[in-house]
């Protein structure tokens, strides 16, 4: 397949890491080869095995259609609970009795985790790839989450600290996921569908964060 280029034109030929799209990086040994390539509507299957395990699956999609329920629905649920969390966490605090500088403080920290989370996720996503890191953007906002419950009911002199925290990994899973995001998308769209997907996966950050909010307010009314 002129996916993996010249190289891997047969069996038993020798396939480097890096001709491995993202999505499958493991720890790939000298042995690793080519075993058949095939076409299933319309997405690219490459059958690679290991000296030591069973053969894995390198899929390329060839449609927004087929990009939807491994791409574009995960990083709609994301965006949603990110921008849901936004717009209510801060008016939460206030009612805790916090004051706009503390509350102004926090997204201050929040915006932090960003900026802080882009270099070890990029380091992080070369070595395991965008599906394990994926799962680390997952478990970063489950923790911001609990360090928010957490926060609501210990002492005073706790409940920023932990509040801060929280919006600290909160910033950082936003970093990660969209990194890892963008590098799933790369790795496995084809070439000619990679435009149209990124443009989509816009507006689909787009659509998210605009009923992040509602839903918060609504959630948080109730």
Not at 75 to 93: K, N
Not at 105 to 122: R, Y
Not at 141 to 159: G, I, K, P, Y
């Amino acid at each position: 397949s002129s996916h993996f280029g010249p190289s891997c034109s047969g069996s038993g030929t020798e396939m480097s890491k890096a001709s491995i799209p993202y999505s499958l990086q493991l720890p790939f040994g000298r042995h690793n080869s080519l075993l058949a390539t095939s076409s299933r509507a319309g997405t690219e299957v490459a059958e690679v095995t290991m000296a030591d395990e069973s053969p894995l699956q390198v899929v390329e999609y060839r449609s927004l259609q087929e990009l939807a329920l491994p791409h574009f629905l995960p990083c709609f649920i994301s965006q949603v609970v990110r921008s849901l969390t936004v717009a209510v966490l801060p008016m939460h605090v206030l009612s805790l009795g916090y004051s706009y500088d503390d509350v102004g403080l926090l997204s201050t920290i929040a915006g932090v985790g960003i900026a802080l989370g882009n270099i070890p996720a990029g380091m992080l996503t070369t070595v395991c790839g965008p599906r394990f890191v994926l799962l680390v953007h997952c478990v970063l906002f489950t923790s911001s989450a609990a360090l928010s419950c957490a926060a609501s009911r210990v002492e005073a002199h706790l409940a920023l600290p932990c509040f801060a925290a929280s919006f600290l990994l909160l910033g950082t899973a936003e970093s990660v996921g969209l990194l890892a995001g963008n590098t799933f998308m790369g790795s496995t769209a084809h070439s000619s569908l990679r435009g149209r997907a990124g443009s989509t996966q816009g507006g689909v950050v787009r659509c998210a964060a605009s009923v992040g909010p509602l839903v918060g307010g609504m959630v948080a009314q109730a």
